[in-house]
Each structure stands twice: as C-alpha cells, then as structure tokens.
C-alpha cells in the first residue's frame, strides 16, 4: 500500500465548495490573450537547456517584444519597452544594465530578468511579464560533455545516433532575428510581429533559409486586431539534416522562481503558478503541418519541479528533479507501454474515483493512454522494471510521463481518439490539466509526503525528434490558464 499513495486523491471540503460555485479567475496576466498591449519573449536552449556559446553579433538567446498601445491622440501609437540594443546584449556588453555574468549560461539567465523589468505589468497579486516562446535543438556532443549527466559532470563519451551532432560546434544557438511589432493595415488598426531565424550559421540569407530544404527554420507572427477579439500566435518551424531534433513551444511561465526545466529564476505569464487539482487550462489550436511521424506534438505539456523525496526544488540540481507530462496528439504516435513493455508504463494507473490499476493488471490497465514513462535518474528505490529518463537534456534530473489520446482521459476534456484535434480538427479546448496532474503517476521515494504538485511551465507546441526536412505549422489563440477564485484567496 505504500506506493499507492502517492496517486494522491484530494477531495476536499474547499474544493468541493469551489467547484460547487465554480468561481473561476485567471492565474495568467492576460488572460485569453486579448490585451492590445503585447508582451512577448524568445529564448533559445541548446539540449542541456542552456546556451554554451553566444552567436557572434546576436547576442545572448533572450529577446522581447513589449510595448503599450497609446490612443490618447487621434493616431494610435506603440510604446516600445524593449530596443535594439537590449534586445542584443551579450556577454561582451560586461555589466551594461547591471547584468552581471561570468559566462554565457548565467548571462541569459540574468538577461531574462533584466528583459522582464522592462516588461513588466503591475498586478495582483503580483507582477508579470511576458509570454515565452522557447526553441532548442536537440543536437548534442557527446565529446565535448558539455552537458551534466542527472545535474552532475558528465564524461565523453563516442557519438551515439540518439544525439545528433554534425561535429564540432553542432550544439549552437540559432540566428534570431526580430520584426518588432508595428501597426499595419488601411487604417493603421492591425498590430504584427515576428520573431524568426535558423540554426544553420551559415544560412546568409535567412529568406532563403525559409524556403530551401537543407536549412532548419522557424518563425512565429503574432496579430491583433486593436481593440478586437485576442492575439494570433502562428508558429512555423523545419528540420534539416543538421539539425534534426528541434522544438519550439509557447510557454506561459512562473513570474518568479524556478520554472521547469530551469535551475534559475525566470520571467513569465503566470502570475499564480497552478496547482493540482485546481486548474483548467483553455485555448484554441489549429494544426496545420504536423512535423512528420515523429513529431511530439503537446496539446499539453506541463513542467514541474520536485525532489523525490516530495520537497520543492531549490536550484540543487543533483537533487531537484523536473517533472514533465504531456498529451501528445500526433496519431502516427504509439503506445510504447505495453503488457511486454511494462518499463515504459508508470507502475500504476489511477483513476479519480481512487482505484489504482497496478501495470500488471493486464484485464484492467490502459496501455493505450501512455506513450511512456520514464523514471529519474537519481530515483533509489524504483519498481521494476524501469527506463531512466536521458540524463543530458535538462541541467538536472527528470521524469517524464507522456500520454496519448484515449477514452480514459475523457473526464478531464482530453481527447478520446487517435486524431482528434489534428489536422483538419481545430477545436477549443477546456482541459482540466488540474485534476488529470493530480491523478498521473510520478515517482517519489518510499514513506514521503507526497509533493504538491506545483506547474511552473504550461506549454504548447512540438520536438521534431531526429527527422530532417521535417515542417510543422500550427496557431494558438484565446490561451488561458484558470484557477478556484475561492482558493486564491485563502492562500
Ligand atoms: C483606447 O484604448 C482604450 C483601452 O484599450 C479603449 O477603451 C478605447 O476605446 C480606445 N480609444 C480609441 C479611440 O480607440
Ligand atoms: C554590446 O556589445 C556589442 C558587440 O561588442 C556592441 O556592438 C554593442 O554596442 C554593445 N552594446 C552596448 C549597450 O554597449
Ligand atoms: C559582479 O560580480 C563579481 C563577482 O561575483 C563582483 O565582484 C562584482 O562586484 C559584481 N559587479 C556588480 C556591478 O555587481
Ligand atoms: C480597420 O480596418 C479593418 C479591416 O478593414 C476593420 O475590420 C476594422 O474595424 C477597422 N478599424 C477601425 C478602428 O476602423
Ligand atoms: C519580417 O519583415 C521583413 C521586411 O518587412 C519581411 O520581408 C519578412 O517577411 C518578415 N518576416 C516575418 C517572419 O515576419
Ligand atoms: C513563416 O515561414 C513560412 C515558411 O517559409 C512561410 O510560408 C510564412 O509566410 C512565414 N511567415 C511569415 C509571417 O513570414
Ligand atoms: C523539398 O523536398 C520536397 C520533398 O522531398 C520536394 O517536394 C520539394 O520540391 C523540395 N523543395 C525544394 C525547394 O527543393
Ligand atoms: C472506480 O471506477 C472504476 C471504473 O469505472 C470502477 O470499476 C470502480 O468500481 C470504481 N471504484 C470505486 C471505489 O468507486
């Protein structure tokens, strides 16, 4: 019984009232995207989800996009925060702007906050920033080890073809260019912007980039009407032999505090970071390029942070553990738990009610919801059999549990069936990402209080796993992440 109870079923008498007066509030700083005034950041990661190397000339990976709409004269005007200058700071500048960082890695980190005080909006309970778009490739070399192993230093080892690499300097950040947001239209009403570029250095010409197929590419456009409906998020992006594995998601990240995957403080959208059970997340999806068959496409990925002994992370990173789950909606995507495969399915299934199917249970267990599981690889005491997650992309040790379409998480607003919300299907979705969290399986260590299970990262978007000349295409809109009001306050 000791295991089972980390499939935690809360059923309080608080959130009873909550749902019973279903109270709602958003947790995000603009709620289903409809503020005219945009605040917008890239960052791009390389596998280890730092930055190695600037590119000469672009600076650190971390850009924004922020300014106010002002309409007080009879020409609508845009305010914007963030310039070129900023938006170009590297390493090189020193301390411009008070950043202060003895190499790449932590100049991002800093850069994001220095970004984030220009961009910030005073609110309850307290500040927020910008939405986060986050790229990264998923090239790594394996002989320079540049990447730690589970949080701790790794050694070289010979390339492997799970890691791909052309060579020295494979693991480079990309090429980003900017078309800051401007006013366009007959009578100057629609706001456009534009963040776009390629991993492929020598890519000199970057509209060329866009349409050739032997250079990796990306580029996401936000629009608005002002004064009308919410923004517009296209993202489009593409493979190339060099650059294989890539992944571009829109995060809505924690305003302060680690987010997941990070092992510093980051700058974000979500103002109150959600809980499990108590949040739904809503927004509307259209795919129009799917990335190929082995493209991950998340309707959902959340990212968390704990310690398996259920503590929070603290920036320790031999003992935090990131905790990620994700829906993945591509159809051509298979169960790879199954009654043969039991190491790649979490040990249990819980359903709400609180029956627990252990994966031995072959009558009972769904096989079908899971794509698959892995524990992390700092985990002592792990049920049998088990796959360690990689221990190379993220800087510390994680755990992942991926999920795919199936009638189980129907009670949650999943989708049911292979296909639904692909291409063809665009729907608006109302998920209780909450409740489902609260019901997945995630490793802790034996006789713990089980973690609360906080979601820093609430992301869309998709990885293009190893497969070049690979394009996925696909919009956001009306993105809000909802909370029990009642909740809210009594915290
Ligand atoms: C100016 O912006 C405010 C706030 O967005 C809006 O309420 C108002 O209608 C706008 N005025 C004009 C003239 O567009
Ligand atoms: C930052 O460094 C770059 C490259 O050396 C330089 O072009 C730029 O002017 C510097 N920016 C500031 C604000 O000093
Ligand atoms: C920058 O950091 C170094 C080392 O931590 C410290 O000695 C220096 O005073 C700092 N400079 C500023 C401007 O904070
Ligand atoms: C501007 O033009 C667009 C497209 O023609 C129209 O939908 C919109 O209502 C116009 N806005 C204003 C403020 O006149
Ligand atoms: C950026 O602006 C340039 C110049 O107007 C344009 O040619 C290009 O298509 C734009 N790119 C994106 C991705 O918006
Ligand atoms: C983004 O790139 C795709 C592929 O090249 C292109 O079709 C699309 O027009 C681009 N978007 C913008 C706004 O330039
Ligand atoms: C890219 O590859 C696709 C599929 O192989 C092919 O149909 C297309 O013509 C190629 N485009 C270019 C510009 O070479
Ligand atoms: C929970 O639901 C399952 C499937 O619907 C059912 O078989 C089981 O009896 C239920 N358990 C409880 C305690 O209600």
């Known amino acids: 019984m000791e295991k089972l109870r980390f499939c935690v079923l809360a059923f309080s008498l608080l959130e009873f009232y909550v749902t019973a007066r279903e109270e709602y509030m958003s947790a995000i700083?603009?709620?289903g995207m409809r503020r005219d005034s945009l605040r917008v950041a890239i960052e791009?990661?390389?596998?280890?989800n730092e930055v190695g190397e600037e590119v000469a000339g672009f600076g650190s990976p971390r850009m924004a996009d922020c300014f106010d709409v002002h309409n007080s004269t009879s020409q609508v005007k845009l305010l914007h925060m963030v310039d070129e200058r900023d938006n170009k700071l590297g390493v090189s500048n020193g301390s411009f702007g008070g950043i202060n960082a003895s190499n790449a890695d932590v100049y991002a980190a800093k850069k994001e906050i220095y970004l984030g005080d220009k961009c910030h909006v005073q609110d309850n309970p307290r500040p927020w920033q910008f939405w986060m778009i986050m790229v990264k490739s998923g090239n790594m070399d394996t002989l320079a080890a540049t990447c730690p192993e589970n949080?701790?230093?790794?050694?070289?080892?010979p390339p492997e073809s799970g890691f791909p690499c052309f060579g020295h300097g494979c693991m480079n950040m990309p090429l980003i260019y900017h078309n800051y947001t401007d006013l366009r239209g007959d009578n100057d009403s629609r706001l456009k912007g534009s963040f776009y570029g390629t991993w492929d250095l020598d890519a000199n010409q970057i509209s060329k980039a866009a349409m050739s197929n032997s250079t990796s590419y990306f580029?996401?456009?936000?629009?608005?009407?002002?004064?009308k409906g919410g923004w517009v998020f296209h993202h489009f992006f593409k493979t190339s032999s060099n650059y294989p594995w890539?992944?571009?998601?829109?995060?809505?990240?924690?305003?302060?505090?680690?987010s997941g995957g990070y092992h510093y403080e980051t700058r974000g959208m979500s103002k109150i970071v959600p809980k499990s059970p108590d949040f739904k997340v809503k927004f509307r999806l259209e795919v129009k390029q799917g990335g190929g068959p082995n493209s991950q496409f998340y309707l959902m990925d959340i990212g968390g942070c704990w310690k398996n002994n259920g503590k929070p992370c603290d920036g320790n990173a031999i003992t935090d553990v990131t905790r990620y789950s994700e829906m993945i909606i591509n159809p051509e995507t298979k169960s790879w738990c199954?009654?043969?495969?039991?190491?790649?399915?979490?040990?249990?299934?819980?359903?709400?009610?609180?029956?627990?199917?252990?994966?031995?249970?072959?009558?009972?267990?769904?096989?079908?919801?899971?794509h698959l599981w892995c524990a992390p690889g700092n985990a002592e005491h792990v049920e049998e059999p088990y796959t360690p997650c990689d221990p190379y992309s993220n800087p510390q040790a994680q755990e992942i549990l991926q999920i795919l379409p199936h009638p189980v998480w129907g009670e949650y607003g999943y989708p049911t069936k292979k296909g639904g919300g692909w291409i063809g299907d665009p729907r608006t979705w109302e998920l209780d990402v909450g409740r489902l969290s609260q019901a997945l399986y995630f490793y802790q260590d034996p006789g713990t209080k089980p973690a609360e299970r906080h979601w820093p990262s609430i992301d869309l978007g998709t990885g293009i796993y190893i497969s070049s000349d690979q394009v996925a295409e696909w919009i956001v809109s009306d993105f809000d992440i909802v909370v029990p009001k009642l909740r809210t306050i009594l915290e």
């Open 29 to 31: 700083g603009d709620p």
């Open 44 to 48: 791009a990661w390389n596998q280890c």
């Open 151 to 157: 949080g701790k230093k790794s050694m070289p080892f």
């Open 219 to 227: 580029n996401i456009t936000w629009e608005k009407e002002i004064g």
């Open 246 to 258: 890539l992944m571009l998601y829109l995060r809505s990240d924690a305003t302060e505090g680690y």
């Open 338 to 370: 199954t009654p043969e495969s039991l190491k790649l399915c979490p040990p249990y299934h819980c359903i709400s009610n609180g029956t627990k199917i252990h994966r031995t249970d072959k009558e009972n267990y769904p096989y079908g919801a899971y």
